[in-house]
């Protein structure tokens, strides 16, 4: 359940047929090869999405569902933590982990990619990635933010071979009168590059991933088990993957243009968005006919 949306968002309609953004995203991978998804959800809305889902994607993809819960007690923990939301994106991950046997993609159910993202991505998961080289997509700036106000991104500082060397995460990025990208912390504005790389949450991983990450997340608990509102987001894990070499993580940058919902008045915006696509022939007006 989306807090600042109202409602879940993630089978909310925006496309002409009431098109989730997600259908977007499960066409676009199909389109690139990919030939498994796997719903990370609560389990009390496995229904919901299975009504939703099953019926159009049936014969086209395999479909699986994974539940992201409090239980602690398949990580060792034998503890109950009382929480309102779940333990984080990394988290989320780990959930999969007794369910997904291959190289897979992690993406948000509530952010429009883009083709070419999943294209580049499937071609990196079937030709480079190893249990010590993940990926991750890296958007321009530019193309992700919204022109009604700042918004919070993972900034990747990259290296000369196209890899990440840290995500720093900007609360309070936005466009200048100018055109121009910046960004304000507690020492004041900072001006960006309009093609600076960030992450929207678009991974690439083997299913080594889980046991790397299993112990990180063991002790993120036992160091937040008094603090309700942190979370184990996939950015820590890599960050912490890349310091101690166990991992690097190639940048593949893409020109497509990002777009979600956070708030209730972005529907229209995003509503507008795949109207166009659909206008252009990037997608049919009947996503799944």
């Given amino acids: 359940m989306a807090s600042r949306y109202g409602s879940m968002k993630q089978v909310d309609g925006f496309g002409p047929n009431g098109e989730t953004i997600i259908d977007y995203s499960i066409y676009d991978a199909i ?15 496995a229904d919901s999405f ?41 988290h989320a991950v780990l959930a999969a982990r007794n369910q997904v046997n291959e190289p ?3 993406i948000n159910a509530d952010d429009y990619y883009g083709y070419e993202a999943f294209e580049k991505m ?7 990635v190893r249990d010590d080289l993940y990926s991750l997509v890296g958007y321009q700036i530019d193309r992700t933010l919204s022109d009604y106000g700042s918004v919070s991104r993972g900034v990747c500082e990259v290296d000369e071979n196209g890899n990440m060397v840290e995500i720093n995460e900007r609360t309070e990025v936005y466009f200048k009168e100018d055109g121009s990208v910046a960004y304000k912390d507690a020492t004041g504005e900072h001006s960006l590059p309009n093609d600076t790389r960030v992450s929207m949450n678009f991974w690439g991983f083997t299913p080594a991933i889980f046991k790397q990450s299993e112990q990180m997340f063991v002790d993120f608990v036992a160091a937040n088990e008094n603090n309700p509102k942190a979370e184990f987001f996939i950015p820590l894990a890599a960050d912490k993957l890349i310091k101690d070499g166990t991992a ?5 940058p893409t020109g497509s243009k990002w777009f979600g919902v956070t708030y209730k008045e972005d529907k229209p915006i995003v509503q507008k968005s795949i109207s166009e696509l659909v206008a252009n022939g990037v997608y049919p007006e009947k996503l799944w006919d």
């Fill in 31 to 45: 389109k690139a090869g990919f030939g498994k998804v796997t719903f990370i959800i609560r389990e009390e809305f």
């Fill in 50 to 90: 299975k009504a939703i889902f099953e019926p159009k994607l049936a014969g086209r993809v395999e479909t699986d569902y994974v539940f992201q819960s409090f239980d602690l007690k398949p990580f060792g923990i034998d503890k109950e933590i009382e929480r309102a939301k779940p333990w984080g994106t990394a």
């Fill in 104 to 106: 897979f993609c992690v």
């Fill in 122 to 128: 499937a071609q990196f998961l079937t030709t480079e």
């Fill in 248 to 252: 690097a993580f190639k940048v593949i």
